[in-house]
């Protein structure tokens, strides 16, 4: 994880927006609909944030700099 915070904060100090999509989001009992999913992702990408993080829960701001960043 400590690896992960890195990359992602050096991709966000050279202007990258970044979206971490946890693998719960997408399967298991608790996974989101392929419409949830969707309409997160639409979020995403036409909001303004620059890091997000998607879980089982939905959309939610990804802070690197603290550890751990998983909600």
């Known amino acids: 994880?400590?690896?992960?915070?890195?990359d992602i904060g050096l991709l966000a100090e050279q202007?990258?927006?970044v979206l971490v999509v946890w693998e719960c989001a997408l399967r298991?009992?608790?996974k989101l609909s392929d419409e949830?999913?969707?309409e997160?992702?639409?979020e995403w990408i036409c909001g303004g944030?620059?890091?997000a993080q998607i879980d089982t829960q939905g959309i939610g701001l990804l802070?690197?700099?603290s550890a751990p960043y998983r909600r």
């Open 28 to 30: 298991g009992r608790q």
């Open 1 to 6: 994880m400590a690896r992960d915070r890195r």
């Open 63 to 65: 802070d690197v700099t």
């Open 15 to 17: 202007g990258w927006r």
């Open 49 to 51: 944030g620059n890091c």
């Open 36 to 38: 949830a999913l969707g």
């Open 40 to 42: 997160r992702l639409e």
